[in-house]
Each structure stands twice: as structure tokens, then as C-alpha cells.
Nanobody, 121 residues
Framework: QVQLVESGGGWVQAGGSLRLSCAAS????????MGWFRQAPGKEREFVAA????????YYADSVKGRFTISRDNAENTVALQMNNLKPEDTAVYYC??????????????WGQGTQVTVSS
């Protein structure tokens, strides 16, 4: 079983950038497809981005396409989410997710504890 720990959240003004990182332990990262989700106050958790085990074929929610980039380093057991041109509506708790098969909008098998991202206007 994999354990996931997110870092890199914080406060930023609109138009700014943040880079989230997710460190995996317990099992080697290349065993899992990886992704990011987010949950804003009063809203359901939503899919943000995902990447397959090899690190190819990333895919994104329409709301972040062109602004966010997901990447992974299997040697370092980390997954990152580079977030550029942030908007106030990106404010949420961001969760790292892993799955033995595929991370999709429907969810994933394993979750981190989350990291808060706040974007002010």
C-alpha cells in the first residue's frame, strides 16, 4: 500500500504560480497511476489532472487545461502539479491520488491528506 504526502500549498495572488509536490512511500511510485483532485468549501471533490505509470499521456480538467501541468519522477517517487496563472476559483484543498490501474474523474484508490491552496483576487 502506498502512502501519499502533499506539500507546496499556500497563499498566492491571482495570476501567480504554485508548485505542489506529492511524495510517495510504502511502494515504488511506478506501480501507480497518479493524479490530483481538489475540493473547495461547500463543493464536491473534483478531478484536476492525472498521469499514467510511465509519465506519458497527462490529461486535465477543462478548467485547468493550459494553466496546470502534472509530472512525475519515478526515481524520486514524487508527483508534481505546476499551477500557473492561478485564479481565485482555484482556491481549494488539493489532494494527491494514486491507483493501481488508472486515476480518473471517478476517483482513485489511495489519497493523501491534502494541502490548502488559496488564491486572492
Amino acid at each position: 500500500q502506498v502512502q501519499l504526502v502533499e506539500s507546496g500549498g499556500g497563499w498566492v495572488q491571482a495570476g501567480g504560480s504554485l508548485r505542489l509536490s506529492c511524495a510517495a512511500s510504502g511502494r515504488t511510485l511506478f506501480t501507480y497511476a497518479m493524479g490530483w483532485f481538489r475540493q473547495a468549501p461547500g463543493k464536491e471533490r473534483e478531478f484536476v489532472a492525472a498521469i499514467n505509470k510511465r509519465g506519458s499521456s497527462p490529461y486535465y480538467a477543462d478548467s485547468v487545461k493550459g494553466r496546470f501541468t502534472i509530472s512525475r519522477d519515478n526515481a524520486e517517487n514524487t508527483v508534481a502539479l505546476q499551477m500557473n496563472n492561478l485564479k481565485p476559483e482555484d482556491t481549494a484543498v488539493y489532494y494527491c491520488a494514486a491507483d493501481l490501474l488508472r486515476v480518473a474523474a471517478s476517483g482513485a484508490g489511495y489519497w493523501g491528506q491534502g494541502t490548502q491552496v488559496t488564491v486572492s483576487s
